[in-house]
């Protein structure tokens, strides 16, 4: 099961961090992926991270902002959301994957999602 949290209302320009708690044994050997749903629009990959936190992947569009990372101690993955904007606004949900990969075709268990809103 994952279970993501801290999304909420921010300011353009402010920071979140998502948490992703997985439960199971499992966790620490397999990749994490979070991906996002704004209304109205297909969901789209946001980054990605290896099983031992060494490897990673990032959709351009948030390059330089965001870091995924993971605590596999924790069964805990992360995703810190810096100078966020108001086309960061969506529904962001965590997924338990087999490789580091874009597609969602990749991830083979979803938790529920969490919501992040930055208003202008």
């Known amino acids: 099961q994952l279970q993501a949290s801290g999304g909420g209302l921010v300011q353009a320009g402010g920071s979140l961090r998502l948490s992703c708690a997985a439960s199971?044994?499992?966790?620490?050997?397999?990749?994490m992926g979070w991906f996002r749903q704004a209304p109205g629009k297909e969901r789209e990959f946001v980054a990605s991270?290896?099983?031992?936190?060494?490897?990673?992947y990032y959709a351009n569009s948030v390059k330089g902002r965001f870091t995924i990372s993971r605590d596999n101690a924790k069964n805990t993955g992360y995703l810190q959301m810096n100078s966020l904007k108001p086309e960061d606004t969506a529904v962001y949900y965590c997924?338990?994957?087999?490789?580091?990969?874009?597609?969602?075709?990749?991830?083979?268990?979803w938790g529920q999602g969490t919501q992040v809103t930055v208003s202008s």
């Open positions: 991270i290896n099983w031992s936190g060494g490897g990673t």
């Open positions: 997924a338990r994957g087999t490789a580091v990969s874009p597609s969602s075709s990749r991830y083979d268990y």
């Open positions: 199971g044994r499992t966790f620490s050997s397999v990749a």
